[in-house]
Structure formats: structure tokens, C-alpha cells
């Protein structure tokens, strides 16, 4: 008789927060100015070691007028299903940019239909609008 394992789950299997930032000259500039440059490398290493969690670094995203602009959602790592975002802006600002790394390191939002879910009051300040999932191809292993 042979006997199947069940298939092992890896990381990216995890449910986990879904992060977009934008590396758009504007974006970029105003953390250059804000002393906050590095803020895109230290939320790499806070997705790193956050399980489930994904980072999109994006070139402009077209929505200047929100600079320092990230996006947060929900993804569930078993479906790939991905819930709206929240549009965060003004995150040249250390202190709303230590609070999403926080944020993230927690699991970032957990209803899934709900991505301010759980944000620090400094990021529900930062607040911009909400939208629909961005479209994340699934890979295959």
C-alpha cells in the first residue's frame, strides 16, 4: 500500500497582506525630501520575514496628486484571491511609514473584504479611497 503525503505548504501558500509601492518620481522624491528614502528597502526586509506577504514595486501608478502613495490588501495565499485595496498617501512620513511596517509585520488587514481592517490610526489618517484587487498572476509550482 502506498501512502501520499499531503502536499507541503511553503510561504507563499500563507494568507498575507498584498503591498504596492510607488517608485514614481514624485513618490520617490518626497521621501528623498522627507529624510525617508530608505523606507521602500526596510519594508522589503518587513515583507521578508511576514508570512504570506507580497511587495509590488511599482513604477508611477498616475495618482501624484497622493504622493507617497502604497496600496494595501488582503490576499489569501491557498485561492490566490486578492480583496480591494486601500489607497494610503503621505507616506514620506516616518511615522506613517513605521506604522504599515508594523502594520505588515502584524499580517497587515485581515477580512479580506475590509483592507483598512486593524491599520494604526496614523494610517487610517492617511487614508485616500479604496479600489478594486490588483490583478496578481498566481504562480505555478
Given at each position: 500500500?502506498?501512502?501520499?503525503?499531503?502536499?507541503?505548504?511553503?510561504?507563499?501558500?500563507?494568507?498575507?497582506?498584498?503591498?504596492?509601492v510607488c517608485q514614481g518620481h514624485r513618490c520617490?522624491?518626497?521621501?528623498?525630501?522627507?529624510?525617508?528614502?530608505?523606507?521602500?528597502?526596510?519594508?522589503?526586509?518587513?515583507?521578508k520575514g511576514t508570512a504570506g506577504a507580497v511587495?509590488?514595486?511599482?513604477?508611477?501608478?498616475?495618482?501624484?496628486?497622493?504622493?507617497?502613495?502604497?496600496?494595501?490588501?488582503?490576499?489569501?495565499?491557498?485561492?490566490?484571491?486578492?480583496?480591494?485595496?486601500?489607497?494610503?498617501?503621505?507616506?514620506?512620513?516616518?511615522?506613517?511609514?513605521?506604522?504599515?511596517?508594523?502594520?505588515?509585520?502584524?499580517?497587515?488587514?485581515?477580512?479580506?473584504?475590509?483592507?483598512?481592517?486593524?491599520?494604526?490610526?496614523?494610517?487610517?489618517?492617511?487614508?485616500?479611497?479604496?479600489?478594486?484587487?490588483?490583478?496578481?498572476?498566481?504562480?505555478?509550482?
Amino acid at each position: 500500500m502506498s501512502r501520499k503525503s499531503a502536499p507541503s505548504r511553503t510561504n507563499a501558500d500563507a494568507s498575507g497582506p498584498l503591498v504596492a509601492v510607488c517608485q514614481g518620481h514624485r513618490c520617490a522624491g518626497l521621501r528623498r525630501l522627507a529624510g525617508t528614502a530608505d523606507q521602500v528597502e526596510r519594508l522589503q526586509e518587513v515583507v521578508k520575514g511576514t508570512a504570506g506577504a507580497v511587495l509590488i514595486s511599482s513604477p508611477c501608478m498616475g495618482r501624484c496628486e497622493m504622493a507617497s502613495l502604497v496600496a494595501v490588501a488582503r490576499r489569501d495565499g491557498l485561492s490566490g484571491q486578492v480583496g480591494p485595496t486601500v489607497w494610503l498617501s503621505g507616506l514620506e512620513d516616518a511615522d506613517r511609514a513605521e506604522a504599515l511596517n508594523r502594520w505588515v509585520a502584524a499580517g497587515g488587514p485581515q477580512r479580506i473584504h475590509q483592507p483598512e481592517h486593524g491599520a494604526p490610526r496614523c494610517l487610517r489618517d492617511a487614508v485616500s479611497g479604496f479600489g478594486p484587487p490588483p490583478a496578481v498572476a498566481r504562480r505555478t509550482h
